[in-house]
């Protein structure tokens, strides 16, 4: 997989992640699965790289953009 997400959208998925993904802890009933959604953001984010970017042809990963 390229590297399709910039330094910015990195802190910024890992950041949202980790917040909805703590719904999971603070809400209730069956509610607080979609805690987990938050794990898409996260992952992307650490991972460096999102496949819809790379479906969408996008890239925010300015070494990506030359290459």
Avoid: Q
């Avoid at 607080?32 to 496949?51: A, E, F, M, R, Y």
């Amino acid at each position: 997989m390229k590297s399709n997400v910039g330094r910015i959208d990195k802190v910024l998925r890992i950041m949202v992640g980790l917040a909805v993904l703590s719904l999971f802890f603070f809400l209730e009933g069956a509610a607080k699965w979609w805690g987990l959604v938050g794990l898409v953001p996260l992952g992307t984010g650490l991972i460096g790289s999102c496949p819809l970017y790379s479906i969408l042809g996008l890239s925010t990963c300015p070494v990506a953009k030359h290459a």
